[in-house]
C-alpha cells in the first residue's frame, strides 16, 4: 500500500543533479516546494517521504522492500559503517573483518534446528542454476550462524586461538510477508553488521558482553540516537541463546520503540551443534563460548527519526557529507564580487578540514536554503553585499532557529566550535525528548492508559512469567514487553538496586524489578 | 578437485591467531615450514595455496566458488577498495556511489534480451520464499544493467541532470559449470565494482571512455600490476555496446592472460531498451549515451600473482595491512633490554604513522621471519644485543635479497623512503617482467611457437575478420584473440600509427595494425 502510493506522488520527482564539490552552475527548472508532511500529524508518512526526498534512498525498485542507496544516502551510510569500523577493530584484542559466502547449501542450513524454525518460513530458496534445477538447494542467508561456524570448526583448534573476535558487514535477506518499511522492516538488509566471537570460559563471554555493550553505546552516542537497553524476556531471546540484550530507540512522534541493536551470549549452544571445540591449556578438549552481536541500517532509521523535524533531515556533523554550505547573496552588479568572496571563502574552509560546499546554483536563495534544510546540513554560511562591507559572514544553523553574523577573521574557530556544539546539542535534545517518554507506575491501569494515549514506554513491576506477559499484552493492541531495564543486570552493574514492596501488575506476586513495555515496530 | 584436494591437504592448518596491534605472547604449538609448491614448477597449485596459506580467503566453504575473506585478506581488499573509491569519488564531476538491490524480478531481468542471452545459464534464480513459490520468480544479479537502467529512467529528465556519473561495489552470481579457480573463477564475484555513467552525446561518453582508461590505469599502477590495454574484437564485444576496451595481465608464470577490466562504450542500445530519455537544451527527447565498466577481485589476484615467489607474497607497501614487523632477536640475560628498546622503536614508528607490528610472540626468530616473508610485509626490523650496541637496526626487505644496517637516529627517513623504493621497484620489476612477454612477428608459425612453448602473448598482423580468427585459433589448445592494442586506438592516443606492408596471418590481406592472440584464463 505504502510503496504503491509513493509510487504515484513520486513518479514525477527525482533526486536532484549529481554535482561536483562546487555545484553546477546549470539551472534547474523543476519546482521545489516543500512536500513533506509535518512530522508530528503524520509520522509515518513523514518518514517515508524524507527518505525519498532527501535522496537517501529510492524505493521505487520493481520489488517491494528493496531499495536503491543513492549518492547522498550512500555517504551517511559509509559515515556510520567508518564509526563502526573504527570501534570493533581498535578494540583491546581487535575485532577481525571477514566476509562469508550469500548462499548456503540446505543441509548445513537445516542443521541448527532452533534458530532455522525462526527463519522458516522467511528464507528465499534458490532451486536453478541457469535451466537446471540444482542438486541441493541455496538458502539466502536470513543470518550467518550456519555460514560462519562450520568454517570456524575448522579455524580454532587451541585455546592459543582464543579469543577469536570476527565480524561482517553485508546483506541478508527476509522474505516478509507483513508491511515492509523503509530501512525499519525490508527484505534485502543491505548493512547488517554482526560480529561473532568465541571464548574459552563463561566469563570471557560476559566480558565481551560488556564490551559489546559499550560499542554499541559509542555508537549509537556518536550518531545522537538515544536508546533504552533491556534484557529481553526468555520468550524473545534469540533462539539458542542464554540471553539476549537489546537496544531499543522509541521514535519520538511515534512513540513506538525500534530495536536497533542485539547482543547474545551463546553459551555453548552452538559450538556443541557445529562441533567448535578447543584444547584447553592442560589438554582436554572442550567446546567454546560464544557471543553474537548485530546492528544494521535501523541505526540510519533512528537517526533520521529522532533528529528530524517537519522542515526535513538534521545530521549529526559526524554523519553529515556535508557539514557547511556557503550560499552566496547575489545583488545586481554585486555578484562578481560576492562569488569572489565566496570562493575564497570556500577554499578556506576546504583548507581547515571542513567538508563544505559552495552552492552556486543559478536559482534563488530561498531555493538553497530550503534544499540544504531538508537534507540536514548542520550550518549555511550567507555571504552578500553587506556581510563584506561588514567583514563578517552570516552563520545559520540547522538544529535550532536564529542566525549569527559573526567576524570573518574569526570564523574558522567560530564554525569548530560551532559544529561540536550542534554534534553534543543534538545528541541532548534527543536525549531529553526521549527520556521524557518513559513512564514508571507501580498501577497497571495508569500504565497502559499512558501507552494507549501514544505516550510511550511504561515500567511496572512484573514477575516475568510469559502467562502473565500475555494476559497483560492482551490489553492492548500491538502491546509488547521490552524485558529488563539495564539498571537491574548484574553484568552491566557493580551494585543492582532491588525494588522492595512491589508486586507484578498480573499475578501480584512479589517482585524485585519494573519491566518494560510499550508499542514496538 | 582442486577444491578437494584442498579441503584434505589443509584440514590440519588454520589460520593463525588473530592478535592484537602487538603480537600475543601466548606459545604456538603448531608446526611451520614451507609447504608453497614452487611457483615457476606449479604456479596453479602456489596460487591456491598462498591465497590459503596467506589467510587471503578460506574456500573450505561447502559451495564451489564461493570462500570466506579472512582478516588478513579483508584488509588488503580493503585497501584496493580504498584506492578506488578514492580515484572515483574525486573525477572532476565525481562518480556518485550507491548500491542496487540484489533481485531482480524475472520479468524485468528479461526486458534487455541481448545481455540476458550471454547470461541465461549462468543465472541463479530464486523461486521460493519460505515454503512458498513466488508468483515473480527472482535472479540474483549476474551483473547490474537490469537493475539500474529502469531506476535511472526515473532520475534522468532533463540535459541538466547529465552527465550522471555512479558506481556501486556488491556482491554478483554466476553459476560457473566449468571449474571454479580462487578469486579468479568464482560464484559469487564478492568484489564487483561497476560504474555507469549518462551523457548528452557521443562525444561525451567517448571523453568518459578516457577518463575510465585514465581510473583503471592508476588504481593498477598503485597495486604494481602491470597490464596491456586492448580493444575487443567485435565478437568478444559486450553484448550492446559499441565497443569494448579491456585491461590484461598476463600472469608471469603460467603467460596466461587474465582479463582484470573491462570499459564499454554502450551507445544508446540500453537507453533505448530502458526509455532512458531526457530534455534537449532545445527541447527535444533524446535517449542518452552511455558507458559503463567493471573491476573485481581479480586486481587482488593479479596484485598476488605478479609479485609473489616461493616463499609467498611480495605486497606493495600501498596495500599492505603491515608495512613494517620488528622481530626482536632474543639472546639469554638481554630479553628486557631488547624488548625494551623493541618497545620504544615501535612506538616511534607508530607515532611516526607506519603501519607497524611488533612481533613478541615466544617463538623462534625463524618462524617469524617465515610466517611475515609468506604474508608479503614489505620491511623486517630485527633488533639485537649486538643492534643495541651499535645504535643501529638490522632492515631485512621482502621483495630483494640483503639486510642494511642503519643507524637507529636516520632509521625513520630510511624507513620512509626504503617503502616508496618497494613500491616503485616491485612495480618495475613487475612490469619489466610483463613486458618480455609480449612478442611481435609477421611470421604466424614464430607466433603459435612462441605461445606454444608458453613464453607469451603475441602480435601479428590481422584483418579483424572472425572465420580468419578462428582459423588461426583452431591452431593452439586455448589460443584467443585478445584484439587491437591500445597504440592503435584513436581514442587514447592523439596520433595512430599505421603499419605499412603487412598482411593478415590468414587470408593475407594487407592490413594496418597487429592484433594480440595468447592463451587466457
Ligand atoms: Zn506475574
Ligand atoms: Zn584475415
Request: aromatic share 10%; net charge positive.
Amino acid at each position: 500500500m505504502q510503496a504503491k502510493k509513493n509510487k504515484k506522488t513520486q513518479s514525477s520527482r527525482k533526486p536532484a543533479k549529481k554535482t561536483s564539490k562546487k555545484v553546477s552552475k546549470k539551472t534547474s527548472k523543476s519546482k521545489i516546494q516543500n512536500t513533506l508532511p509535518d512530522i508530528d500529524e503524520n509520522f509515518s508518512e513523514w518518514f517515508n517521504e524524507i527518505i525519498f526526498q532527501a535522496e537517501i534512498l529510492d524505493y521505487r525498485y520493481n520489488l517491494k522492500g528493496c531499495g536503491v542507496w543513492l549518492g547522498y544516502g550512500f555517504k551517511i551510510r559509509r559515515k556510520y559503517l567508518e564509526i563502526m569500523r573504527d570501534l570493533l577493530d581498535n578494540t583491546p584484542i581487535p575485532h577481525e573483518e571477514m566476509l562469508f559466502p550469500l548462499l548456503i547449501p540446505k543441509d548445513q542450513f537445516m542443521k541448527e534446528k532452533e534458530t532455522v524454525k525462526g527463519f522458516e518460513t522467511e528464507v528465499y530458496w534458490v532451486t536453478h542454476g541457469g535451466l537446471t534445477p540444482l542438486d541441493v538447494k541455496l538458502a539466502l542467508r536470513p543470518t550467518s550462524e550456519t555460514v560462519m561456524y562450520p568454517m570456524v570448526a575448522k579455524w580454532i583448534r587451541s585455546h592459543q586461538d582464543l579469543p577469536l573476535k570476527t565480524y561482517q558487514i553485508s546483506n541478508m535477506f527476509r522474505f516478509e510477508g507483513k508491511n515492509t518499511r523503509p530501512l525499519i522492516r525490508v527484505r534485502e538488509l543491505t548493512t547488517f553488521k554482526e560480529a561473532h566471537t568465541y571464548h574459552e570460559t563463561k566469563e570471557d563471554c560476559t566480558d565481551q558482553i560488556r564490551e559489546a555493550v559499550s560499542i554499541y553505546k559509542k555508537i549509537f552516542d556518536t550518531l545522537g540516537v538515544p536508546y533504552l537497553i533491556t534484557q529481553r524476556p526468555k520468550w524473545d531471546t534469540f533462539p539458542g541463546a542464554d540471553y539476549t540484550i537489546a537496544f531499543d530507540c522509541i521514535f519520538l512522534q511515534s512513540r513506538k520503540a525500534l530495536q536497533i541493536g542485539t547482543i547474545h551470549n551463546l553459551g555453548q549452544t552452538f559450538s556443541k551443534t557445529f562441533d567448535i571445540k578447543f584444547e584447553t591449556a592442560d589438554g582436554n578438549q572442550e567446546y567454546v563460548y560464544q557471543t553474537c552481536y548485530g546492528i544494521s541500517e535501523r541505526g540510519v532509521a533512528s537517526l533520521i527519526a529522532v533528529h528530524g523535524d517537519s522542515n526535513g533531515l538534521k545530521l549529526p556533523p559526524v554523519v553529515a557529507p556535508i557539514e557547511i554550505v556557503i550560499v552566496p547573496i547575489l545583488f545586481k552588479n554585486k555578484e562578481d564580487e560576492v562569488m569572489k568572496v565566496c570562493n575564497e571563502f570556500y577554499d578556506k574552509l576546504k583548507k581547515e578540514g571542513f567538508k563544505v560546499r559552495l552552492d552556486n546554483r543559478k536559482i534563488s536563495s530561498g531555493r538553497k536554503y530550503f534544499h540544504w534544510e531538508l537534507r540536514g546540513i548542520p550550518i549555511r554560511v550567507e555571504i552578500g553585499p553587506k556581510d563584506i562591507a561588514k567583514n563578517q559572514i552570516a552563520v545559520v544553523r540547522r538544529d535550532i532557529k536564529g542566525k549569527e553574523f559573526v567576524p570573518i577573521d574569526d570564523s574558522i574557530n567560530y564554525l569548530h566550535n560551532l559544529l561540536k556544539d550542534i554534534q553534543q546539542s543534538l545528541q541532548k535534545t534527543a536525549k531529553k525528548r526521549h527520556d521524557e517518554l518513559i513512564f514508571r507506575t507501580n498501577d497497571l491501569e495508569e500504565a497502559i492508559d499512558f501507552i494507549d494515549k501514544n505516550k510511550g514506554i511504561a515500567e511496572i513491576p512484573f514477575c516475568g512469567e510469559e502467562d502473565c506477559a500475555e494476559s497483560i499484552e492482551k490489553r492492548l493492541d500491538g502491546l509488547k514487553f521490552l524485558g529488563i531495564p539495564e539498571r537491574y543486570l548484574p553484568i552491566l552493574n557493580k551494585r543492582v538496586k532491588k525494588e522492595k514492596e512491589i508486586y507484578c501488575s498480573h499475578c501480584m506476586k512479589p517482585v524485585t524489578k519494573y519491566w518494560r513495555m510499550g508499542k514496538t515496530y
